[in-house]
């Protein structure tokens, strides 16, 4: 078999895994989380463009959903990053949220290549057969082709922005340190520190010093994935990054406090935690 044809076959399965996996973009929950789901809150698309779309990328096309306004633009642009259950019914509406808002906001499928997380039924089955194949690399890869999407499709390209809930979170860090121009990144609940491997060489407490963009960093105080002593760590590298960057924690709020649709929500924390991120946005030129 040639080196061609090989790749081509390759591709051929990317674009049909893409195929598959913008079907389930309109999917609800991930089956990890269900039925917790139910809770969760629901914004319309009144107003709004929202649904499916197809973004390309290196070696492919990869599905995401995007959400903006249905008059006017440019816009400016948010790249939403997942959790780890994979650009689910939560994720689709914190992009509809924004574009409410008046902004375009495109979240990618950054697993595709590697599975579908919405299919497996708990947590530790998709670290270890999805997240722990995906490399940092292909990710920030593939914000960067999220980005050209929206500037294509009624996105401003000078007004760019990018929050990430739990697994995005961590990214959201990267992304601040790898995204020249980018204005502004909020991570929600991302881990700071970690061991370092060929799919995660660096965490967001190595990059503090190629921050591009200013961070704010949402933690909860009693999240026991994230010890408070690496969430003191990163603050105190913080104050000698490059840009004006900072770390709010929520006394007493668990690990994905925002996550409105599971039991770990705390309304008070994800309300003010929602009205910071629009703020750092504002303050540091998205809108």
């Known amino acids: 078999m040639s080196d061609d044809h090989s790749d081509s076959t390759a591709n051929a399965e990317w ?6 996996s913008s079907a389930v973009l309109g999917a609800g929950y991930a089956l990890a989380v269900r039925p917790a789901g139910a809770a969760g809150i629901r914004t319309d698309a009144d107003g709004l463009s929202a649904g499916a779309v197809m973004i390309p990328a290196t070696g492919g096309e990869i599905p995401g ?7 006017g ?3 400016p642009t948010v790249l939403v990053v997942q959790e780890i259950f994979g650009v689910h019914e939560y994720i689709r509406d914190i992009c509809r949220r924004l574009a409410k808002l008046g902004y375009l906001a495109v979240a990618p499928e950054l697993y595709v290549r590697q599975g579908d997380p919405s299919k497996l039924a708990d947590i530790p089955s998709i ?3 999805i997240v722990s194949k995906v490399p940092d690399a292909q990710v920030l890869g593939d914000l960067d082709a999220a980005a050209a999407w929206a500037a294509a499709n009624g996105g401003d390209p000078a007004r760019l922005g990018v929050t990430g809930f739990c697994w995005g979170g961590r990214i959201a860090w990267l992304y601040a340190a790898h995204r020249a121009g980018l204005k ?3 991570a929600w609940y991302g881990r700071l520190v970690g061991d370092h491997t060929a799919m995660t060489p660096r965490y967001p407490i190595d990059v503090v010093g190629e921050l591009k963009a200013p961070v704010l960093g949402l ?3 009693a999240d026991e994935s994230i010890p408070q002593e690496t969430v003191e760590r990163m603050r105190a590298a913080l104050k000698t990054a490059p840009v004006p960057s900072e770390i709010v924690v929520y006394p007493g709020a668990p690990h994905a406090f925002h996550a409105d649709y599971r039991p770990s929500y705390r309304e008070e924390a994800a309300r003010d935690g929602w009205g910071r991120m629009l703020e750092w946005f504002r303050r540091y030129g998205l809108t």
Not at 65 to 71: H, M, R
Request: no cysteine; aromatic share 16%.
């Open 127 to 129: 670290l270890s057969a």
């Open 219 to 221: 933690y909860g105080g």
């Open 73 to 75: 633009g440019p816009f």
């Open 184 to 186: 502004a990144a909020v």
């Open 15 to 20: 674009s049909r895994r893409a195929f598959v």
């Open 65 to 71: 959903y995007a959400a903006l306004p249905k008059q």
